[in-house]
């Protein structure tokens, strides 16, 4: 079965301490791309890849780091997590950037205290 | 920057009535729109898309109509049922100097079929 999964889908953590959100997709997709959804802003995408080694920011990237060593896999790394970082966030991936379905994960609820 | 923008931001409808979710996007280049839904849990799903050398589209009881000259994009859902309650997401294509093309999402709508 085509699809994204993300770990964890729910994660609780505390100020400073660092966090990785993973994301794998199983279609061969070149591009995947990390949204956070938040209420009232839409989706609005974080950092994309548009294949292995190669990633650039998104529109809000400010305290995230990704890396795209191998083509499933797209982690998102949160170094020092605020509270402005709560929020939903999911993973997408998709042949092209802009003109194909693109696949979003299940989603990962997190909240730093 | 280029942006979208998706009203209304919630709609309640009885169930069997019809409902529209209308977009507006700001990049006359924009060619590709599609339209997404979430439900309680889950992530975003394609649910439609319409490309720019087309006006309407139409999926059973979803429908999207494309005014190029206007710039805005709507979707039109007939004969609601109750599992049609859900957030909806527009978006459309633009093109970024330097780094190639990107979806903008509108804000979101979330729809409610009472029974």
């Known amino acids: 079965e085509a699809q994204v999964t993300q770990n964890p889908r729910y994660l609780i953590t505390v100020t400073g301490k660092k966090l990785t959100v993973t994301c794998s997709q199983n279609?061969?997709?070149?591009?995947m791309s990390w949204y956070r959804q938040d209420p009232g802003l839409g989706l609005r995408q974080i950092y994309y890849?548009?294949?292995?080694?190669?990633?650039d920011k998104g529109d809000v990237p400010e305290g995230y780091k990704v890396s795209r060593k191998e083509k499933r896999n797209f982690p998102l790394i949160l170094e020092s997590p605020s509270p402005n970082q709560t929020s939903l966030y999911f993973c997408?991936?998709?042949?092209?950037?802009?003109?194909?379905?693109?696949?979003f994960g299940p989603g990962t609820r997190l909240t730093v205290l | 920057g280029e942006n979208v923008e998706q009203h209304p931001s919630t709609l309640s409808v009885q169930e069997g009535d019809s409902a529209v979710i209308k977009c507006t996007y700001s990049?006359?280049?924009?060619?590709?729109f599609p339209w997404y839904k979430q439900e309680l849990g889950k992530g975003p799903q394609l649910i439609i898309d319409?490309?720019?050398?087309?006006g309407e589209k139409k999926d059973q009881r979803i429908a999207v109509t494309l005014n190029k000259t206007a710039k805005h994009f709507s979707l039109h859902i007939t004969e609601t049922q109750p599992e049609d309650s859900a957030v909806y997401f527009c978006?459309?294509?633009?093109?970024?100097?330097?780094?190639?093309?990107?979806?903008?999402f509108g804000q979101g709508t979330e729809l409610s079929v009472k029974p």
């Open positions: 997408a991936s998709s042949l092209s950037p802009d003109t194909d379905t693109q696949y």
């Open positions: 890849s548009m294949n292995v080694e190669v990633t």
């Open positions: 319409i490309r720019s050398n087309v």
């Open positions: 978006a459309a294509s633009i093109l970024i100097y330097n780094q190639g093309g990107k979806l903008i």
């Open positions: 279609m061969n997709h070149e591009y």
């Open positions: 990049d006359s280049a924009s060619n590709y």
